[in-house]
């Protein structure tokens, strides 16, 4: 079964980066579409913010956090990062991977999820 492992996350000034990899071992992560959702304090369901399609499937960014977020895929270590820049306390949250089969990734549907990594915004 796919295991997915999330790491980088921590405690950030705001304004500050984080980049958070997804690394699964014994698949290849360029076979499934992989997926970044958040879980904010005070809510009960994660939400999906960034996804890659796979096999070189196409992106997609929330509007929450456009411009300020990308994803992107590192081949040569198997992992799915999600590259944080000016962060804001609203920001702060739980941080999943996820991933499913296919190549449509904006989608809410995913088979496959990490444990998550805490991601802190505060002065």
């Known amino acids: 079964q796919l295991q997915l492992v999330e790491s980088g996350g921590g405690l950030v000034q705001p304004g500050g980066s984080l980049r958070l990899s997804c690394a699964a071992s014994?698949?290849?992560?360029?076979?499934?579409?992989i997926a970044w959702f958040r879980r904010a304090p005070g809510n009960e369901r994660p939400g999906g913010i960034a996804c890659i399609g796979a096999n070189e499937g196409s992106t997609y960014i929330a509007s929450s956090v456009k411009g300020r977020f990308t994803i992107s895929r590192d081949k040569a270590k198997n992992t799915v990062d999600l590259q944080m820049n000016s962060l804001k306390p609203e920001d702060t949250a739980v941080y999943y991977c996820?991933?499913?089969?296919?190549?449509?990734?904006?989608?809410?549907?995913?088979?496959?999820w990490g444990q998550g990594t805490q991601v802190t915004v505060s002065s």
């Open positions: 014994g698949f290849t992560l360029d076979s499934y579409s």
């Open positions: 996820a991933a499913r089969s296919g190549s449509v990734c904006a989608v809410p549907e995913y088979d496959y």
